[in-house]
């Protein structure tokens, strides 16, 4: 059986971050409907990039002291500007030299999932009821 298989996985959600606490509301209920999906060999994480905290890396040290071997970082973040296209691999790159033993990978932005995308537009067509 491979190891990875019984090692917890990661999930640490990567948004821009705020001044005013309620700003994370709805990335808070986010990881929580995700907790509540994944089941308890996942640990799932908060991260932001700025003004809040944890940072990636602390949320990654977390995930890889709870015995995480592979994590992926999700950017809740529309499209790729320039903290997507330019800060966030520095991140990781510095995640994955701190943790060498780790898989760290990150994907593209939540909003330029086409899944995303749907349940946005319906979101909107049902506003014109």
């Known amino acids: 059986m491979n190891a990875n298989a019984l090692s917890p996985r990661g999930i640490v959600l990567f948004a821009h971050g705020a001044r005013d606490a309620r700003w994370a509301e709805p990335f808070e209920r986010l990881a929580a409907k995700l907790r509540a999906l994944s089941g308890s060999g996942t640990q799932v994480s908060l991260a932001y990039l700025e003004l809040m905290t944890p940072d990636l890396a602390g949320a990654v040290a977390a ?15 529309f499209g790729q500007g320039g903290h997507v296209r330019r800060d966030l691999p520095l991140a990781i790159d510095a995640c994955r ?24 537009a319906a979101y909107c067509l049902r506003q014109l009821s």
Do not use: Y
């Not at 071997?69 to 973040?77: A, K, L």
């Not at 898989?103 to 946005?120: C, H, M, N, Q």
């Open 63 to 77: 995930q890889v002291a709870a015995g995480c071997t592979s994590i992926t970082v999700v950017p809740v973040f």
């Open 97 to 120: 030299a701190a943790h060498p033993h780790v898989d760290i990978r990150g994907t593209v932005p939540v909003g330029e999932d086409d899944a995303v995308l749907d349940a946005l």
